[in-house]
């Protein structure tokens, strides 16, 4: 059974894998291809709109058989989509007109002291809110004001009256803002040893009021932008101002986790398969596979396959994929696929193998020790182990060695020769080997 699904699923991916190919989605009306080092950009429809996760969900067209398909798309904002939003909020003409359509938009910009007047941006020289803005106030002054644009005074305003009533607790560096009108401030308690710091939090309630004209200079464009792009842009804001958002290589087909996905596309009517009990159908699909990448960001891999069913009516609308981890079963495939060899009906038998002929015959059964045995006194005997013999020099005690050559080998007599060297030579050896020893004994006692 092993082999036949093996052999099933081979022939299935080499005849599928031969019509496999590349093509080209047809991108969406929005989307704008970067040049050189700028990303790409997309700029949400009016039927669309941008999600908590950063991402717009939108569609591209493609042509699967004639037919015109429509893929799913998702798109993630780049990391520098809050320079592009504070270039497109300093000229957008809704905020010149000082409406409130974009309250997420006006707060972001507002964050960093900026407000509108006379039909453009200043920036706040002091905290005093102007018309069509967020205005802070302390409890129990929500009629009678004042009002505050930011609510950073208040906050410094609450920390010095907590230190007046509490001496003791001296304030340590500005209070932190948290967004939203919240703000903690750290103290440090010098009624107690080492004086601990702790942090106290202050809130203060808000409302869209007008108020007094503010003091401000006009803003520019290259501060505007410095000071909000490396602030976290609200995800409201590219739904409230229309700008081309930048934004990283398409997730084709997401599912919900924003993973890619295949999807199967019927591209012709169901055949019934013959001698099928209950009756098969098989139809053709193509099977539609994300393989963009940077250089090409709305490429897909096109599949054809067969689909084998037994509903006669073929679905007409794309589906997504069988997960790659799915293994057909055996029935299903020999069902699709009954000509191929390995769903022929029989069975497989094994032959038995020949009996195996000895490749050598072993002729020193005890190996090189039963050969040395055998051999050792012949070997001895002989005239060349004499000769090494006598090569070995003659040493005495207090004299130099005397090194004879014996060139007396069987019939052939050369007689004996004196081949020592003088014995200075020997004297020199020994004073050479006890001045190395000295310094090896110095190198090691004392290094270098």
């Known amino acids: 059974m092993r082999i036949r699904t093996l052999l099933a699923l081979l022939c299935s991916f080499v005849s599928a894998a031969s019509y496999a190919g590349y093509a080209q989605l047809a991108p969406p009306t929005g989307w704008s291809?970067?040049?050189?080092?700028?990303?790409?950009?997309?700029?949400?429809?009016?039927?669309?709109?941008?999600?908590?996760?950063?991402?717009?969900?939108?569609?591209?067209?493609?042509?699967?058989?004639?037919?015109?398909?429509?893929?799913?798309?998702?798109?993630?904002?780049?990391?520098?989509?809050?320079?592009?939003?504070?270039?497109?909020?300093?000229?957008?003409?809704?905020?010149?007109?000082?409406?409130?359509?974009?309250?997420?938009?006006?707060?972001?910009?507002?964050?960093?002291?900026?407000?509108?007047?006379?039909?453009?941006?200043?920036?706040?020289?002091?905290?005093?809110?102007?018309?069509?803005?967020?205005?802070?106030?302390?409890?129990?002054?929500?009629?009678?004001?004042?009002?505050?644009?930011?609510?950073?005074?208040?906050?410094?305003?609450?920390?010095?009256?907590?230190?007046?009533?509490?001496?003791?607790?001296?304030?340590?560096?500005?209070?932190?803002?948290?967004?939203?009108?919240?703000?903690?401030?750290?103290?440090?308690?010098?009624?107690?040893?080492?004086?601990?710091?702790?942090?106290?939090?202050?809130?203060?309630?808000?409302?869209?009021?007008p108020a007094a004209d503010p003091v401000g200079r006009p803003a520019t464009p290259q501060e505007f932008e410095e000071d909000l792009a490396p602030t976290t842009m609200p995800w409201q804001v590219p739904n409230e101002i229309p700008f081309n958002v930048p934004v990283e290589r398409p997730i084709l087909n997401p599912d919900p986790a924003l993973n890619p996905q295949p999807q199967k596309v019927p591209t012709g009517d169901p055949v019934a398969i013959p001698n099928t009990n209950p009756q098969q159908y098989r139809y053709p699909s193509t099977t539609v596979t994300p393989s963009n990448t940077d250089a090409e960001p709305w490429r897909v891999n096109l599949n054809p396959e067969e689909i084998t069913t037994t509903d006669p009516n073929a679905p007409t609308s794309p589906n997504p994929a069988t997960p790659a981890s799915a293994t057909p079963a055996d029935d299903d495939l020999c069902t699709a696929h009954p000509e191929i060899i390995a769903c022929q009906s029989g069975s497989a038998t094994d032959t038995p193998l020949p009996n195996v002929p000895d490749l050598y015959t072993q002729k020193y059964p005890d190996g090189l020790a039963g050969v040395w045995s055998g051999k050792k006194q012949q070997l001895t005997g002989s005239s060349l182990v004499g000769l090494l013999s006598s090569l070995m020099p003659s040493v005495s005690a207090g004299t130099c060695p005397v090194i004879n050559l014996n060139l007396d080998v069987g019939v052939v007599n050369f007689g004996q020769h004196d081949i020592s060297p003088p014995c200075e030579v020997w004297t020199f050896g020994k004073w050479v080997i006890i001045i190395s020893a000295l310094l090896l004994a110095r190198s090691l006692v004392y290094g270098g």
């Not at 998702?74 to 592009?84: G, H, L, S, T, Y």
């Not at 957008?92 to 000082?98: F, K, L, M, Q, T």
């Not at 809110?129 to 004042?146: D, I, K, M, Q």
């Open 33 to 209: 291809a970067g040049t050189g080092t700028e990303r790409a950009t997309y700029r949400a429809a009016a039927n669309e709109a941008w999600a908590a996760t950063n991402t717009v969900r939108t569609t591209a067209a493609l042509n699967v058989g004639g037919r015109a398909v429509e893929v799913s798309a998702a798109m993630r904002m780049a990391a520098n989509a809050p320079r592009f939003a504070a270039r497109a909020l300093f000229v957008n003409p809704w905020v010149i007109a000082g409406t409130i359509a974009a309250p997420y938009a006006f707060e972001w910009a507002q964050s960093k002291g900026y407000f509108v007047k006379d039909g453009a941006w200043q920036k706040g020289e002091i905290q005093i809110c102007s018309s069509a803005c967020w205005l802070y106030f302390e409890e129990g002054h929500e009629t009678s004001g004042p009002f505050y644009a930011n609510a950073l005074p208040l906050a410094e305003k609450a920390a010095n009256g907590r230190h007046q009533i509490e001496p003791y607790l001296t304030r340590l560096g500005a209070c932190e803002d948290l967004g939203s009108g919240s703000f903690r401030c750290q103290f440090r308690n010098d009624a107690q040893p080492g004086g601990t710091p702790f942090y106290f939090g202050y809130g203060f309630p808000r409302k869209w009021a």
